[in-house]
């Protein structure tokens, strides 16, 4: 029986909305830390996530618990694989909109745009994040 991999990546983003950086209070999917996610033909899910800032002292951590909650979450999912990528630097305009409201709520001003303005960035329209779909 043929896996529905875009329903399966449904999920596994859902799982990712459950997983967070400990020092800020949006999950990593809003946080624009997941870099990639595959499912392919057999249901095989490999996840990519990014950090923040070089050298996060929790960034292990972080895989530990997104491997984990698609694990638990996501029983289709099989052999499960969360990579981190500290090559790609993380950039603020990778937030979600939702993650943008969030962070607004918590801080009381658009922080995603002074961080923008601060690193010298354009400001773009609603970030796609490409390769989450």
Do not use: K, M, T, W
């Given at each position: 029986m043929p896996v529905n991999k875009e329903e399966i990546k449904k999920k596994v983003?859902?799982?990712l909305k459950q997983v967070y950086d400990p020092e800020i209070p949006v999950d990593?999917?809003?946080l624009g830390l997941v870099y990639d996610i595959n499912v392919d033909d057999e249901g095989n899910v490999k996840v990519v996530?990014?950090?923040t800032a070089p050298g996060?002292?929790?960034a292990w951590m972080i895989v530990a618990q997104a491997e984990e909650a698609i694990k638990k979450l996501v029983p289709e999912a099989k052999n499960v694989?969360?990579?981190l990528d500290?090559?790609?630097p993380w950039d603020p305009r990778r937030v979600t909109k939702e993650g943008r409201e969030k962070l607004k709520a918590i801080y009381g001003y658009?922080?995603?745009a002074e961080m923008i303005k601060r690193m010298g960035l354009?400001?773009?329209g609603e970030q796609g994040q490409t390769s989450q779909g």
């Open positions: 983003i859902e799982a990593v999917y809003n996530l990014g950090v996060c002292p929790v694989e969360v990579e500290l090559s790609r658009d922080i995603v354009e400001e773009q």
